[in-house]
């Protein structure tokens, strides 16, 4: 299921702004796909607004660690 697109990726900390279409959760699984990126992670910690939480609601716009280098609109998958 799609949950969000990636807006922007910031190279010197090795993380991603995700604009969410669904919530999300710490310790949920997700899945980056586009161009050639086709990874899967879990969610250890995540901020809005350069906070820290727990959890963050569709319309929201949170940073996230990502393990591989991402691009603007990369699409962000929930996986069960």
Do not use: C
Not at 23 to 46: C, N, P, S, Y
Not at 54 to 62: F, H, L, Q, R, V
Not at 67 to 74: D, F, L, S, W
Request: charged residues 35%; glycine residues 14%.
């Amino acid at each position: 299921m799609e949950i969000g697109v990636v807006s922007n990726y910031f190279e010197h900390v090795g993380a991603a702004a995700v604009k969410l279409k669904k919530g999300l959760k710490v310790g949920d699984k997700i899945q980056i796909k586009g161009g050639g990126t086709d990874f899967e992670q879990e969610i250890a910690e995540m901020q809005l607004d350069r906070e820290d939480v727990g959890k963050a609601k569709a319309g929201d716009e949170i940073g996230i660690k990502v393990a591989e280098k991402v691009r603007k609109g990369y699409k962000v998958f929930k996986i069960k």
